[in-house]
């Protein structure tokens, strides 16, 4: 039973120090390195926890790691499963569960993503206001356990915008170019093809990737607020669309850490 696993993975993160903190951090593709500016407490491997998965990608290092920011004592998760490793919509997102039931009250989340707006440039940052569910599998299908969130859970504003709000308001102040748009999540792990991204951008998409979105949703069933930005890595116009290498993604990611690790470090102090 669902509930049963995830009370005995938090059970067990409490044995190990995972406790007391009021925020949690999922940093996504190329985004690790958050980590350096955490004083560590304590950290375990994802196949070390009962009833995780174990991320598959290279370049997500699959720990989940405690300590503090800042003096805020914090929670992250260094590497995300996706939907096309194989795993399912609840594999993906029993994390978020697991730190809901840790006693987290505000989830922020990360990821790299494609600019499908034509005047993002790649290395800027993307607050994501609202998104588009394009994963063909739901995390809530199947039997609803109503003390973990109702059946049919609100989406109007899956984002907090009280935590938008902040955000906007540390990149003025620390002059960080935070475009604002709407994200679209796809299966992956193929990047689109010039007809796509037209279709992405017809439907009101600015900005599209592989990830976030089963999070979001589970966190929105959860009663859980969050917010997400996206590092743009690459620029989509179809008129001019050039084969980008994932180490190139890898590599502007990295460069615009600096900007996303500003960000989250300030809105932690606040929170």
């Not at 997500?60 to 920011?69: F, K, P, Q, W």
């Not at 919509?89 to 990821?111: A, D, H």
Request: glycine share 8%; charged share 25%; with cysteine.
């Amino acid at each position: 039973m669902l509930k049963n696993r995830i009370k005995n993975s938090a059970e067990f993160l409490k044995s190990k120090g995972f406790s007391s903190a009021e925020t949690a951090i999922v940093l996504g593709t190329g985004l690790g390195r958050l980590i350096n500016n955490l004083e560590i407490e304590n950290e375990i491997g994802y196949d070390q926890i009962p009833h995780f998965e174990q991320s598959t990608v290279e370049f997500h290092s699959g720990r989940l790691v405690t300590g503090l920011l800042n003096g805020k004592r914090v929670i992250a998760m260094q590497g995300r499963l996706h939907y096309y490793e194989g795993y399912s919509m609840e594999q993906i997102t029993f994390p978020i569960r697991v730190i809901k039931e840790l006693g987290i009250k505000y989830l922020l989340l990360s990821n790299a993503a494609g600019a499908v707006n034509t005047s993002f440039r790649k290395g800027s940052l993307m607050l994501i206001e609202d998104h588009i569910n394009l994963l063909p599998e739901n995390p809530l299908r199947g039997r609803n356990d109503e003390t973990m969130g109702p059946r049919f859970p609100d989406m109007s504003c899956p984002y907090s915008e009280i935590l938008n709000k902040r955000l906007v308001e540390i990149a003025r102040r620390e002059k960080i170019t935070l475009n604002r748009g709407v994200y679209a999540a796809v299966q992956g792990p193929n990047l689109e093809t010039r007809a796509e991204y037209r279709f992405l951008k017809n439907i009101g998409a600015d900005a599209v990737g592989m990830s976030t979105v089963p999070e979001v949703i589970v966190a929105a069933h959860a009663g859980l607020p969050c917010a997400a930005v996206s590092v743009i890595t690459d620029e989509c116009d179809p008129d001019n669309l050039r084969p980008v290498d994932i180490s190139e993604i890898i590599a502007v990611a990295g460069a615009a850490e600096s900007d996303l690790v500003l960000l989250m470090v300030n809105l932690i102090s606040e929170l």
